[in-house]
Structures are given as structure tokens and as C-alpha cells.
């Protein structure tokens, strides 16, 4: 498995999503401003590893914070933070990154300034680790939902490059797999990036796991078939009452397979719950460039001037979500009860 973000030395390196599976290049970042960059134009994305890269950004913009004072280097570390925030609105992992980093040096005024920045990287550190473990155990709870021999649905791309490793939707799924169960994996493509095509299906082949890609439009023929026996995706933010807001077409995905009695599992460690809203009707859904669909690579295929909407991200309501799996367990509705327990 490579690695999604690591420290190299000095500085944050992640791979540079855009171009997998072709190309397995390094995105450098010196600075914060780097990583807020290759959020932005989704040199990683994914909601946890959109968490694991923000904590990283803020250690490398605590570092280049110069004030000696306290004082001075927090209120220019609260700035770099805000600015880390506007980063994607979807997924609430930035926001909950940002939010522990920031507790932590606040809670560190007794020490200087110099130990304060050497121990945010520590922390930024700690976050990756902490992250992989957390996927390694989402896997331990959710492969016991995937029955010997079945065919799991996936949409977009919830694995090892999603997060800090191994995955959400695809640590379920490496777990069974790992488990002997001879799972078989359909890969939705994932207009208009492409995250199922390009890299899910690159992992899932890289971890011997089989896989067939499908163009998105197909998968309620198949589900009608009963050539899908589950489907499991990843989630961007999670309303306390069990909506979840995911890569665009997961809404889709859940009403055919609710209309097709298939189960819809979501995959997701309890830092992408966002337990300050009610509903997915308050998550914010980001709108992305209109070149994303009108252009097919570098080439042009729509007529010029053509109008284009291209939210990133839908809402599927808990209704149509049969469980949530998380690293202290499985929520089951009714989700409001379920979340609660954990805030
Ligand atoms: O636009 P992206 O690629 O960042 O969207 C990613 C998704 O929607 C994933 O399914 C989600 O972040 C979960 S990743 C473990």
C-alpha cells in the first residue's frame, strides 16, 4: 500500500492523487499554504486524509510562526487555522483536526514556543497513527456484515488513499477479504473525477482483492439482477441524526438499493459524525469547477459555453442507511439514539 501523506524530513509529502494510477509522484508541501493547495485541487482528498493533511498543515504553519511570546504565536497560529478551515466545506474531518490541534496547543501556554511547534508535529503524527488504527478496527467491526462469497458495491473511493491507511468502506472490505471470505468488489467509476475508476480499482488490484469497474448509470440494472449483494461507501459528515452526506451519486446507490432490498452500509470513524447539526439538510455541499465535467482530461467534449452544475457531494437520508460502521461498533437506527451515545 503506498502511502497517502507522510513527513519526509522537514517537510509534508503527499501522492499526488491527480495523477494515480498513471504516475506515482510526490506532492511536496514546505508550508501550510501547500497543503491547503493540494486540498483544494485534490492532491489528497478524502474525508479522513483531508483531516490527516489539515493537522499536518498547521504544524508546518506553527513552524513558521516567529513570535516568541505565546500570545503573539497563538493568535497568528488561530489565523493559519481559519484558513486551514475554508480549505473543502464537506467533510467535517478538516474542521475536527483543526479543532484538536488548536485545543492542543492551547493547552501547552506554560511551554516555549520552540516546544510547542516541535510538539504539534508530534501530535500531527499521532493523528496519522491513530487514524490507520481506527480504519484497522472499522474493518474488524464491518467485515462481520459481509456474508462468504458476496458482491459488495463501492462508491467513489473510501480506502488507504481516503485516509491515513487501509481505509473506511475498503478497510471493510480488506478485512473480509484478510478473513478468507472471497468477496468480489463493483466499483462505481465516480464521475467526473473518477475516484472509483482511477484509484479504488488501482488498490483493490494491487491488494489482489477482485474488481470490476462500472460506469455509475449501471449500477441499479445490476442491483436488479441480484448481481449485488451489498453495497458499502465512506462518508464526508454525518448529521447526529444518521443523514450522511457522501461523494455525488451515493443517494442514488441507496434508493436502488433500498428499492432492491440490499443493504447500505456506511463506513466511517466517529470524528466524520458532525453531532452539532440536526440534519443533512445543514451540511454544506461543495460545488466544484465546471471543467470537471465538460472536459474528459485536457479535451473539451461538451459544446462550448455549456452551463454546468457539479455539486461534489449529496445527502442520503438515514432512512435508506442500514448501518453505520464506526470503530467502537455498529449503529443501527433508530441513528439518533445510536449517535448520542457517543458525544
Ligand atoms: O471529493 P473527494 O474525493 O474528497 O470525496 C471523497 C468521498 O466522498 C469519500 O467517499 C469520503 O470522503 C470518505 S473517504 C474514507
Keep these: 500500500m503506498i502511502p497517502t501523506i507522510e513527513w519526509h524530513g522537514d517537510h509534508v509529502r503527499m501522492i499526488d492523487q491527480r495523477k494515480l494510477p498513471g504516475r506515482t509522484e510526490w506532492f511536496t508541501c514546505r508550508g501550510y499554504r501547500d497543503v491547503i493547495k493540494g486540498i483544494q485541487v485534490m492532491v489528497i482528498r478524502g474525508a479522513p486524509a483531508i483531516g490527516v493533511a489539515a493537522a499536518m498543515g498547521l504544524a508546518l504553519g506553527a513552524r513558521s510562526i516567529r513570535s516568541k511570546s505565546y500570545a ?66 472499522m474493518g474488524k467491526h464491518g467485515q462481520g456484515l459481509v456474508p462468504k462469497g458476496s458482491t459488495i458495491l463501492t462508491h467513489c473511493n473510501a480506502g488507504s488513499l481516503a485516509t491515513g491507511g487501509y481505509g473506511t468502506a475498503l478497510g471493510v472490505i480488506r478485512a473480509a477479504h484478510e478473513n478468507g471470505k472471497k468477496i468480489k468488489v463493483i466499483a462505481d467509476e465516480t464521475r467526473p473525477w473518477l475516484q472509483g475508476l482511477r484509484l479504488t480499482a488501482f488498490e483493490l488490484m494491487e491488494d489482489g482483492i477482485p474488481v470490476s469497474v462500472i460506469a455509475d448509470n449501471a449500477a441499479g440494472s445490476l442491483m436488479r439482477q441480484k448481481k449485488i449483494d451489498l453495497v458499502i461507501t465512506g462518508a464526508d459528515r454525518i448529521a447526529a441524526n444518521g443523514d450522511v452526506a457522501n461523494k455525488i451519486g451515493t443517494y442514488q446507490v441507496a434508493v436502488l438499493a433500498k428499492t432492491n432490498r440490499i443493504p447500505f452500509y456506511v463506513a466511517a470513524p466517529i470524528s466524520t459524525i458532525d453531532y452539532t447539526i440536526k440534519n443533512g439538510d445543514m451540511i454544506p455541499v461543495e460545488e466544484r469547477g465546471p471543467e470537471e465535467i465538460y472536459r474528459f482530461g485536457k479535451r473539451e467534449i461538451g459544446p462550448s459555453g455549456v452551463s454546468v452544475l457539479n455539486p461534489a457531494f449529496d445527502v442520503t437520508p438515514a432512512s435508506y442507511v442500514s448501518a453505520i460502521i464506526t470503530e467502537k461498533g455498529i449503529i443501527r437506527p433508530p441513528y439518533k439514539k445510536g449517535i448520542k451515545r457517543y458525544f
Design 72 to 137: 503573539a504565536f497563538m493568535e497568528k497560529f488561530e489565523k493559519i487555522a481559519h484558513e486551514m478551515l475554508l480549505a473543502r466545506p464537506t467533510a467535517v474531518n478538516l474542521r475536527w483536526a483543526v479543532e484538536r490541534m488548536t485545543r492542543f496547543a492551547e493547552n501547552m501556554s506554560e511551554l516555549p514556543v520552540k516546544k510547542i511547534q516541535s510538539a504539534l508535529r508530534q501530535e500531527s503524527e499521532k493523528i496519522l497513527a491513530e487514524d490507520i488504527e481506527i480504519n484497522r478496527r
